[in-house]
């Protein structure tokens, strides 16, 4: 019974809401442009992520790193290792993630095309640091999602002291070793920690005016810490960018006018411009003129 209940529960979770065929990020350059270890953020659209959403207050829910194609992966031992549980073409673009439901494991990026994803490229990062991070990735491979990691975030973020003993975090109940279970900015956090590339360390000044560094425990890990993160450097592409060969700000060429009608869902959150300027232009009749002037005192 518990296990029909939790695969219920399971399944509400991960179902996700329907996406628009336009989707705010140009997907066909991302992938063009994308390097091994650049880290990519997901805004999911899931009941999970938009509890991740609130508890974090960020727009990313989701992280994954990117370890490119086989080709790209120097050591043969790990291209045997990603072979062996990973069942594609060889020049597919692969990611590692943690995904509730279904745990660390290795996934064509193309699962978020029409997602709005952004990537977070670790600065300076050199070839040799970089295949030490996919291959503490790939040793991450089959772990299972670790679903207590996001109560624990929780609890961090908003500390309920009413709550039982055992109920409480367990997140400063950090020990290095292999972990069984996961989540996906912890298990990116780790990778990168592991050849001591900061994300978002306590820089303290100690004995004798030096500066130390210390880490954060990958536990409290967020994907918005990559965003937010001085190591890390932002690359995006918008679906509609600016076009070229214009004397005009580029910006003004966005198709902001033309056909098209919002729902009502829609029209909550946005405005339709075109529609707000032929009422804002829109010539008033004699008798509401005769209105307005009988209202303010004034006859003709």
Not at 93 to 112: A, D, F, K, N
Not at 156 to 168: A, D, E, G, I, N
Not at 174 to 188: A, E, H
Request: charged fraction near 25%.
């Amino acid at each position: 019974m518990w296990q029909s209940i939790y695969k219920r529960a399971l399944n509400h979770l991960i179902r996700e809401r329907p996406i628009s065929d336009i989707p705010l990020s140009d997907f066909q350059r991302l992938k063009h442009e994308i390097r091994p270890c650049d880290v990519v953020l997901v805004e999911g659209t899931s009941h999970v992520a938009e509890v991740i959403k609130v508890i974090t207050q960020s727009r990313w829910s989701h992280a994954a790193i990117y370890i490119g194609r086989l080709h790209d992966i120097s050591s043969p031992v790990l291209r045997d290792q990603i072979k062996s549980v990973y069942d594609g073409q060889p020049d597919e673009q692969l990611i590692i993630e943690s995904q509730l439901g279904m745990g660390t494991l290795i996934r064509p990026l193309h699962v978020y095309d029409k997602k709005h994803l952004r990537i977070c490229r670790p600065h300076e990062l050199n070839y040799d640091d970089a295949q030490k991070v996919i291959e503490y990735s790939l040793g991450k491979v089959g772990a299972k999602y670790d679903i207590r990691a996001i109560m624990d975030l929780a609890r961090f973020y908003y500390p309920w002291h009413f709550l039982p003993k055992k109920w409480r975090s367990s997140l400063f109940e950090w020990k290095p070793g292999n972990q069984t279970k996961t989540v996906c900015s912890t298990m990116i956090s780790e990778a990168f920690s592991s050849i001591h590339y900061p994300i978002l360390p306590l820089v303290k000044r100690v004995e004798a005016g030096h500066i130390r560094l210390f880490q954060m425990n990958p536990k409290l890990s967020t994907p918005s810490d990559f965003d937010y993160s001085p190591y890390f450097d932002i690359i995006k592409y918008p679906f509609l960018s600016f076009k070229t060969g214009s004397t005009d700000p580029r910006y003004h060429e966005l198709p902001w006018e033309g056909e098209g009608e919002l729902t009502a869902e829609e029209s909550k959150l946005y405005i339709n411009n075109l529609k707000e300027k032929v009422l804002e232009h829109k010539p008033k009749s004699r008798r509401s003129i005769g209105l307005k002037n009988n209202l303010s005192g004034k006859h003709h």
